[in-house]
């Protein structure tokens, strides 16, 4: 037996650990109950509050809660709150109804989770495509989401500038989540005029003019430029030009469905994390929320934009 004395502690209890079906779930609903800090990953969860103990939320594969009030699988511990200090950050106040819309943002997440895994998420430093610009549309009601990503890119093999709309949602009216062939969107007009027949991907004429769908675009380049380089001059004053308009956007999802948010610049993920799911990144976590709910104020980034091109140094590397 060691005997310590008061005031003399040798440890301190930074968490407790529960073990769960499913930590994002858990984690989510007590965030919100408690007003703390939520930080979910794949397989454990927490929430912490600013200063002090957390929980902590693991994954545990076949695991079977307990059956309280009867006996028959007893608690294991027990948690008391009081109801002082309860601020759930839900739209109409009620925890139940949040934990119902945290189920919402998890299904979001597994859809955009498995459109990663099938190579149909969005990804920025595409090896097909040098990178130019990006843009991202959340649309929702109350029963319907749809999340779109505009990737552009000039493209060596398709011989132009291309704008790839993937699209995501529980209400497409065609296809897959991800991008159909329709879903790429060609914009140079006069690639037979600009490019170098001897010397592909390289400028023939001083200052272009480049025609971007029917309006001709002077550049400050000279011949001998690098395509890719040329059409990043583009932006952002002619970025309307290459990025999709209303009737590109909507050619999967209804055409009255509400446009909620427009992104023109957001975190995408750890640019060495080519294996990255959504799920694991706060921008598709915090926009989950935000299409579960209904509350652009879940949408609050901590880390600086990376979506513009200078980020993704290996885009159009093949």
């Known amino acids: 037996m ?5 005031g ?19 984690a989510r609903f007590y965030g919100a109950m408690l007003d703390w800090r939520i930080d979910v990953s794949a397989d454990r969860a927490s929430v912490c509050p600013e200063d002090g103990q957390c ?38 106040g009620h925890p139940v109804q949040y934990a119902a819309a945290m189920k919402a943002a998890d ?13 149909g998420f969005a990804d920025p430093e595409h090896p097909y495509y040098s990178a130019i610009d990006a843009r991202m549309h959340v649309f929702r009601d109350d029963e319907r989401w749809a999340l779109l990503i505009e990737l552009v890119g000039y493209n060596p093999r398709a011989g132009n500038v291309v704008d790839v709309v993937h699209t995501y949602g529980n209400c497409l009216t065609r296809g897959r989540p991800g991008f159909e062939v329709e879903d790429f969107h060609s914009r140079i007009d006069n690639m037979d005029e600009i490019e170098d027949r001897d010397n592909p991907e390289y400028l023939c004429v001083d200052g272009g003019p480049i025609e971007v769908r029917g309006q001709r675009v002077p550049v400050p380049a000279r011949v ?6 040329v059409f990043r001059l583009l932006v ?83």
């Open 224 to 229: 001998g430029d690098l395509l890719e380089d």
């Open 8 to 26: 003399m502690a040798i440890a301190r209890l930074p968490l407790i650990a529960i073990d769960c079906p499913d930590p994002g779930a858990l």
């Open 236 to 318: 952002p004053e002619h970025r309307d030009l290459l990025l999709a308009d209303d009737a590109e956007l909507r050619r999967r999802i209804p055409a009255e469905l509400p446009r909620f948010l427009v992104l023109e610049e957001w975190w995408h993920r750890e640019p060495d994390r080519y294996d990255q799911l959504p799920s694991e990144t706060e921008t598709f976590r915090q926009l989950a929320e935000v299409l579960a709910t209904g509350d652009p104020t879940r949408y609050r980034p901590s880390a600086a934009p990376n979506t513009h091109w200078s980020n993704w140094p290996e885009s159009g590397s093949l």
């Open 107 to 119: 299904e979001i997440l597994a859809q955009l989770d498995g459109a990663a895994r099938e190579f």
């Open 2 to 6: 060691v005997d310590i004395l008061a």
């Open 55 to 92: 929980i902590a939320f693991h994954r545990v594969a076949g695991h079977k809660p307990p059956t309280w009030p009867t006996h028959e699988r007893p608690k294991q511990m027990h948690l008391t709150y009081y109801p002082g200090g309860l601020r759930p950050r839900c739209p109409d």
